[in-house]
């Protein structure tokens, strides 16, 4: 059986690039397609595989404004010759599932979530936006928003990260789906010893503007609590100037220090609403409780009261109220390990194995059928 993976782009390796390494784990000789390809940004597992581009990978600065040239990424990916394979598993939350699969070849799309800044955050991120690019973004969009919506139609069976994108795909595309959550590779964390674990909270992301860092600011201002923030992004600059002394900005860290933050914390902050959300999981792995919004992929993953608390609105009141709540917490970190496992890497790699290979099991089947009956129904005409 010949496989193709279909990703967004591969620039560096998060929460997406996660899932395409499992996938090439479990698919060792497909072939990858991107629209825009960093070598140096990609895990060795990925990097064994014959990746393609598309012709964005050519286009200047590409691996930099990648985003820039979305309005030419359907066309890009409809220049994919796929003929000759009998399963393609796209890799959707940037443009990926656009491609025209050949008659008879089945489409898998694995979607993190409909793209965001189109779909469900597209005023956001017009708001934000410069006077060009809010100028151009409602044709833009349109355009590109109708294509998603058609090129769904090109998909025989959709895989959703998590029920809360599960709903979109259902309100945006018009098609169900089943869930298989993500792989978090949840045995590298550990607790520690509970005279080893601080006061102090602890934020770990992307510092960009829909994971609400700033609320959560705002909350440790108030209460002059010790955070520590783990990361980097466009909204660096603007936080740094909002915080106060007890806030501590540490950058991106390697691996192996943010392991010892992670299980050392009292608790981590998850202030920004997540299509599926992969620090809660590593917080729960690491022994430690988390504070989430009570929105998206974090209310699937954290336990109130066992695992964490939620707060219900995005105000600083409610936040500062569920950090007083989770210091009230006694939870047993053996409890915490144990509602991680069940995010594994394995567990994913299981899961997607038996959802994809009962789906081509399926199309066999009813292959069979239609054989049978066309051959029942000639012997029955002569």
């Not at 597992?45 to 598309?54: K, L």
């Not at 298989?180 to 509970?194: G, I, K, L, S, T």
Request: glycine residues 8%; proline residues 6%.
């Amino acid at each position: 059986m010949r496989v193709a993976l279909v990703h967004y782009w591969l620039i560096k390796m998060r929460g997406g690039e996660k899932v395409l390494e499992s996938l090439c784990r479990l698919w060792p000789e497909a072939d990858v397609y991107v629209n825009v390809l960093d070598p140096a940004g990609i895990s060795p597992t990925i990097a064994q595989h014959r990746i393609a581009t598309t012709f964005i990978n050519r286009l200047p600065l590409a691996q930099k404004l990648y985003k820039n040239y979305l309005p030419l990424m359907p066309i890009a990916l409809e220049q994919l010759d796929l003929r000759g394979y009998d399963l393609v598993i796209s890799s959707e939350s940037g443009p990926a599932k656009g491609i025209i699969p050949a008659p008879g070849t089945m489409h898998i799309c694995y979607c993190h979530s409909p793209m965001r800044y189109i779909w469900n955050m597209y005023h956001d991120y017009r708001d934000r936006a410069g006077w060009l690019k809010k100028a151009v973004m409602p044709p833009l969009a349109h355009y590109v928003r109708n294509w998603d919506a058609l090129s769904a139609t090109r998909v025989n069976h959709f895989v959703a990260n998590s029920w809360a994108v599960s709903h979109r795909i259902e309100s945006y595309y018009g098609r169900q789906s089943d869930v298989v959550y993500p792989p978090v590779d949840v045995d590298a964390f550990m607790p520690v010893d509970r005279s080893e674990v601080g006061d102090h909270f602890l934020m770990v992301g992307e510092l960009v503007p829909y994971k609400r860092h700033d609320l959560a600011i705002e909350a440790f201002n108030r209460t002059k609590q010790k955070l520590i923030v783990i990361g980097s992004g466009e909204m660096e600059r603007s936080l740094k100037k909002i915080a106060g002394p007890n806030i501590i900005f540490l950058g991106p860290q390697p691996f192996d220090a943010l392991r010892l933050h992670y299980s050392r914390c009292k608790a981590v902050i998850f202030p920004g609403e997540e299509d599926f959300g992969i620090v809660p999981v590593e917080a729960m792995a690491s022994g430690r409780p988390v504070v989430a919004y009570g929105k998206g992929g974090a209310t699937e993953t954290v336990q109130e009261g066992q695992t964490g608390v939620f707060f219900h609105e995005p105000i600083v009141e409610a936040l500062i109220d569920a950090i007083e709540r989770v210091k009230k917490l006694d939870i047993d970190p053996a409890n915490l390990v144990r509602r991680a496992s069940g995010f594994s890497v394995s567990n994913f790699e299981r899961n997607m194995s038996d959802f994809v290979h009962g789906k081509l099991k399926e199309r066999e089947a009813a292959s069979v059928r239609r054989m049978e009956v066309q051959k029942f129904g000639g012997d029955a005409g002569d």
